[in-house]
């Protein structure tokens, strides 16, 4: 298999199949790893901007174009995350790669289709659905969702109605409109990273407040799990689920990360 075909089999993003989705190898327990297959990583300049080279040889996407992005910067550091891997190639510990990867072959080309989607999100927007008991889970979602939808309301017009418990309220067109209106100067690359951001939150208003920076990690990630939160400190630790938690905010910071490399022209 040549380094390209390689490169689109590690990140088969274009069928958005992950690798614990993959069937395990014969006679393992576990998903296959591709062994390394380069030794040196490094970032270049190419036509379209910055790629990463390995051995020499740009890495191109699974949909087979050049995976170039538009910052040195990004480039320099999604080249570490090729340098870093040992024997074998880990997808799951190269979340910019990921992330240039999705924004290129499944944003670019579908871009109408990923704003409404993201939009969509709004629509049942987490922070519009509280908690009717008790009434301290009631004040601290208050307290922490309240001050979001203001912000979405004064910058954007972005007006979201609330409800009590989970029967569906159903948001004015306006309001999901200016919503949309908010994303169309955003390029496919913040696109991509807007999409994670609000599907890890759960909420559309959380990943627009990171995009834009009216929160930072620790903001967005204690907004979007204020309820898990709370119920870890009712019910006690749950190691499975700080598990489960700690990755989704790992995944959030470097969805972060990848939103400051976009705006480094370093």
């Avoid at 958005?16 to 490094?42: I, S, V």
């Avoid at 910052?71 to 090729?82: C, I, K, N």
């Amino acid at each position: 298999m040549s380094g390209e075909e390689e490169t689109a089999a590690i990140f088969d993003l274009a069928r958005n199949r992950t690798l614990d989705e993959q069937p395990p190898h014969p006679g393992r327990d576990g998903p296959r790893l591709p062994k390394r297959f380069y030794k040196e990583a490094q970032a270049g300049e190419v036509e379209g901007g910055y790629a990463i080279l390995l051995d020499g040889r740009a890495v191109k996407t699974p949909s087979k174009q050049v995976l170039a992005v538009p910052y040195a910067a990004l480039a320099r550091a999604m080249a570490a995350e090729w340098a870093g891997q040992g024997e074998y190639i880990d997808p799951r510990s190269m979340w910019l790669t990921k992330l240039a990867n999705t924004a290129l072959d499944l944003v670019k080309p579908r871009r109408a289709a990923v704003i409404a989607e993201i939009v969509n999100f709004a629509g049942t927007d987490l922070l519009c659905y509280r908690a009717e008991a008790p009434d301290a889970l009631v004040a601290r979602q208050a307290a922490e969702w309240e001050p979001l939808l203001a912000w979405a309301a004064k910058a954007h017009g972005i007006r979201l109605k609330v409800t009590t418990g989970i029967v569906h309220v159903a948001q004015d067109d306006a309001a999901l409109a200016a919503y949309g209106r908010a994303l169309e100067g955003l390029d496919h690359f913040r696109l991509a990273a807007l999409h994670n951001a609000v599907t890890l939150t759960g909420s559309a208003v959380i990943g627009l407040a990171l995009l834009e920076r009216r929160l930072d990690v620790a903001g967005a990630f204690a907004a979007a799990h204020l309820d898990e939160t709370w119920q870890m400190e009712i019910s006690g630790r749950d190691a499975e689920e700080e598990a489960r938690l700690a990755r989704r905010r790992a995944e959030l910071g470097e969805t972060s990360r990848f939103l400051d490399l976009l705006s480094d022209v370093t």
